[in-house]
């Protein structure tokens, strides 16, 4: 029989089962549930919807663009340059980037797995056999040259779609990290944002302390001076300077708190912690307030925030991994091919007679292990009922901060209001008291309560003031909307 006539029978048999195996693993379906994004029920409203008026405290400005960057809405160049550079230079941000760059390798690899693997190989050996083994063999003729040459394919038919439910979970979980990187440019920006509010508050609060103890040191010398005329007495002037001093003593607290957060800023955008330090020293005031705060339907909750996004994406992920796991149910078809040569000799290596080439369809079936499969189902299905308790709850928790942070920014501005009038009359009080003092129609003590209550009314006030603002980047970030899609720069980071 001549190798023409037998490769006609393979040829005969291998086209038909290649194309029909072909056609089955393109039409075939993918067992297991379909991701589905659970239907929870939210609330119509907020219970508490923020607003704020021009007279309340600090300048206010118009409503923000709830897609634009929200600390554009301060109009603080240098805040907006902080923002920008940690953008690009924070490490926490490269740690989460190089998450999300090997999460795309991994779905760039499973995605391989709908393919033919491909590979070649070569061997070539020379082998003596013993006297013993081929005994009255001459010498040379035990010797015995091998060399081979071949492409080895083999695919997997995804009859049942365990691959692509596989495919399915891995682009899934990608689109987590991706989530998992821009809610971490939420926490970067708000501890920004937030810090940078958070250093002009306490140079406010500074500028409070030393201007009252400006005003405690002239009453000192007022004091001072009655001893001398011997209208005074070494009580009122020892009273004096205890407030004076108490006064002062506020100052190293704030100053540290100032260099801290200054420090803090620093390491933000990629800096040593000294950075900033003469940059940020020169007190600026706080940054302006938005007139008012829309923030939407709850369930826009669902689009804006990044962590609720992740955590729907690893609940589609947990879904998908329950149909790879259904799948060993069912027969894993495998085809497989090999097209090569092989001789004795390397110069008849690639010789037609030296040709050798295999077609196979392998089975594989784990029926006779079926325990084992359906624990490793109900496993997944475990996995998938705590991703959607997960979550459930980062709706709710999502859904907490945002009435939460509403109602901080609310009641901050109310307390505000109250504030400034108790500020200006505790001002206003105290200039009384050193008239009625200087004039003598009142004593020492009530100069200085009126003067302790003056430093306590505005310390009061400069820090609900730097409250109310960062109560306004809460709700900014609870609502997380206007935030970048920026990744952090290679480059810069290179450069740092």
Same mark, same amino acid.
């Given at each position: 029989?001549?190798?023409? &006539?037998?490769?006609?029978?393979?040829?005969?048999? +291998?086209?038909?089962?290649?194309?029909?195996?072909?056609?089955?693993?393109?039409?075939?379906?993918?067992?297991?549930?379909?991701?589905?994004?659970?239907?929870?029920?939210?609330?119509?409203?907020?219970?508490?919807?923020?607003?704020?008026?021009?007279?309340?405290?600090?300048?206010?400005?118009?409503?923000?663009?709830? *897609?634009?960057?929200?600390?554009?809405?301060?109009?603080?160049?240098?805040?907006?340059?902080?923002? &920008?550079?940690?953008?690009?230079?924070?490490?926490?941000?490269?740690?989460?980037?190089?998450?999300?760059?090997?999460?795309?390798?991994?779905?760039?690899?499973?995605?391989?797995?709908?393919?033919?693997?491909?590979?070649?190989?070569?061997?070539?050996?020379?082998? $003596?056999?013993?006297?013993?083994?081929?005994?009255?063999?001459? $010498?040379?003729?035990?010797?015995?040259?091998?060399?081979?040459?071949?492409?080895?394919?083999?695919?997997?038919?995804?009859?049942?779609?365990?691959?692509?439910?596989?495919?399915?979970?891995?682009?899934?979980?990608? @689109?987590?990290?991706?989530?998992?990187?821009?809610?971490?440019?939420?926490?970067?920006?708000?501890?920004?944002?937030?810090?940078?509010?958070?250093?002009?508050?306490?140079?406010?609060?500074?500028?409070?302390?030393?201007?009252?103890?400006? *005003?405690?040191?002239?009453?000192?010398?007022?004091?001072? @001076?009655?001893?001398?005329?011997?209208?005074?007495?070494?009580?009122?002037?020892?009273?004096?300077?205890?407030?004076?001093?108490?006064?002062?003593?506020?100052?190293?607290?704030?100053?540290?708190?100032?260099?801290?957060?200054?420090?803090?800023?620093?390491?933000?955008?990629?800096?040593?912690? &000294?950075?900033?330090?003469?940059?940020?020293?020169?007190?600026?005031?706080?940054?302006?307030?938005?007139?008012?705060?829309?923030?939407?339907?709850?369930?826009?909750?669902?689009?804006?925030?990044?962590?609720?996004?992740?955590?729907?994406?690893?609940?589609?992920?947990?879904?998908?991994?329950?149909?790879?796991?259904?799948?060993?149910?069912?027969?894993?078809?495998?085809?497989?091919?090999?097209?090569?040569?092989?001789?004795?000799?390397?110069?008849?290596?690639?010789?037609?007679?030296?040709?050798?080439?295999?077609?196979?369809?392998?089975?594989?079936?784990?029926?006779?292990?079926?325990?084992?499969?359906?624990?490793?189902? @109900?496993?997944?299905?475990? &996995?998938?009922?705590?991703?959607?308790?997960?979550?459930?709850?980062?709706?709710? $928790?999502?859904?907490?901060?945002?009435? *939460?942070?509403?109602?901080?920014?609310?009641?901050?501005?109310?307390?505000?209001?109250?504030? +400034?009038?108790?500020?200006?009359?505790?001002?206003? +009080?105290?200039?009384?008291?050193?008239?009625?003092?200087?004039?003598?129609?009142?004593?020492?003590?009530?100069?200085?309560?009126?003067?302790?209550?003056?430093?306590?009314?505005?310390?009061?006030?400069?820090?609900?003031?730097?409250?109310?603002?960062?109560?306004?980047?809460?709700?900014?970030?609870?609502?997380?909307?206007?935030?970048?899609?920026?990744?952090?720069?290679?480059?810069?980071?290179?450069?740092?």
């Amino acid at each position: 029989m001549s190798e023409s &006539d037998i490769r006609k029978p393979v040829r005969a048999v +291998a086209r038909p089962l290649a194309a029909s195996l072909l056609t089955l693993a393109l039409a075939a379906c993918a067992v297991g549930p379909d991701h589905v994004r659970p239907n929870l029920p939210l609330p119509d409203h907020y219970s508490q919807q923020a607003g704020a008026t021009p007279e309340q405290g600090a300048t206010a400005r118009a409503t923000p663009d709830a *897609n634009a960057p929200f600390w554009d809405a301060f109009d603080d160049p240098t805040l907006s340059r902080l923002v &920008d550079e940690a953008l690009v230079a924070n490490h926490d941000l490269r740690i989460a980037l190089s998450r999300y760059d090997r999460a795309n390798a991994l779905l760039r690899g499973a995605k391989f797995d709908r393919f033919p693997t491909v590979t070649a190989s070569a061997e070539g050996g020379e082998s $003596r056999s013993s006297a013993d083994q081929l005994p009255g063999v001459a $010498r040379g003729d035990r010797d015995v040259e091998s060399y081979r040459a071949g492409i080895d394919a083999s695919w997997e038919l995804d009859l049942f779609g365990r691959v692509r439910r596989s495919v399915e979970s891995q682009r899934a979980e990608t @689109a987590a990290t991706a989530a998992d990187l821009e809610a971490l440019q939420v926490a970067i920006v708000g501890e920004v944002v937030s810090g940078y509010v958070e250093l002009r508050g306490l140079q406010a609060r500074l500028q409070v302390a030393r201007e009252n103890a400006d *005003n405690q040191r002239e009453t000192l010398r007022l004091v001072d @001076a009655r001893l001398e005329a011997g209208r005074g007495t070494e009580f009122d002037t020892a009273r004096a300077r205890a407030q004076l001093e108490s006064t002062l003593a506020r100052v190293p607290a704030l100053e540290a708190a100032e260099a801290v957060t200054m420090h803090r800023l620093a390491v933000l955008t990629g800096r040593t912690p &000294d950075a900033l330090v003469a940059e940020l020293s020169t007190p600026r005031p706080l940054p302006a307030l938005p007139a008012r705060f829309d923030p939407g339907a709850p369930g826009e909750l669902l689009r804006r925030r990044p962590d609720i996004r992740a955590a729907e994406e690893r609940l589609h992920a947990a879904t998908a991994r329950i149909g790879v796991a259904t799948a060993d149910l069912f027969p894993r078809f495998t085809l497989g091919g090999l097209i090569g040569s092989q001789a004795i000799d390397s110069d008849a290596l690639f010789e037609r007679d030296s040709e050798t080439r295999l077609i196979a369809l392998g089975v594989d079936w784990s029926f006779l292990d079926i325990g084992r499969v359906r624990a490793r189902i @109900a496993a997944a299905d475990a &996995d998938a009922e705590g991703e959607l308790a997960r979550y459930q709850q980062t709706v709710l $928790r999502a859904l907490e901060d945002t009435e *939460n942070a509403l109602v901080r920014y609310a009641r901050a501005r109310d307390e505000d209001a109250h504030l +400034a009038r108790a500020a200006a009359d505790s001002a206003r +009080a105290a200039e009384l008291a050193r008239i009625r003092f200087e004039a003598g129609a009142a004593d020492l003590f009530e100069v200085l309560d009126a003067e302790r209550n003056r430093l306590q009314a505005q310390d009061a006030l400069a820090d609900v003031r730097t409250r109310s603002v960062n109560g306004a980047v809460g709700v900014y970030r609870s609502l997380a909307g206007g935030w970048p899609s920026r990744q952090p720069s290679r480059e810069s980071l290179a450069g740092r």
